[in-house]
């Protein structure tokens, strides 16, 4: 959050020209379910909310704020992240008891891949705390 992104992806062999590139490679080097994860992520449109989980009980709330790029260097790099994309978080975090429950039980599933957010309450929610209400 500190570093203004939001990311997926594994590191890559070497540093990919372009989003396609980095599709490309990562289907060889990590398979094709992370190449459609990773297509997914560079093609969601600007202002589209993502949430992250800071800890256990605590969870943040952005919004991806600018185009994919390859991050080799920084915050990212240090968890593993090298797919960014720039994003817009609020300052305050939300405990477990104000974030939206289907966000909390997502996250609850497990796995470490994005996942939509299908239930459109929760997206109403994510749209409300966003906004301030």
Not at 41 to 53: A, G, I, M, S
Not at 100 to 129: C, H, K
Request: hydrophobic share 40%.
């Amino acid at each position: 959050m500190e570093s203004g992104l939001v990311g997926i992806g594994e590191p890559l062999s070497q540093s990919p020209g372009s989003a396609e590139d980095a599709i490309f490679l990562t289907a060889h080097e990590h398979g094709e379910k992370a190449a459609r994860m990773l297509e997914r992520f560079v093609c969601l449109p600007n202002q589209t909310l993502v949430w992250t989980r800071l800890e256990e009980d605590a969870f943040a709330l952005g919004q991806i704020a600018g185009p994919w790029r390859y991050e080799i260097t920084g915050a990212g790099v240090f968890d593993g992240i090298t797919n960014v994309r720039p994003a817009r978080w609020l300052e305050e975090a939300f405990p477990k008891e104000m974030t939206p429950a289907g966000v909390v039980s997502t996250f609850n599933r497990g796995g470490r891949n994005m996942q939509a957010i299908r239930d459109e309450s929760t997206a109403e929610e994510s749209r409300s705390l966003w906004d301030g209400g």
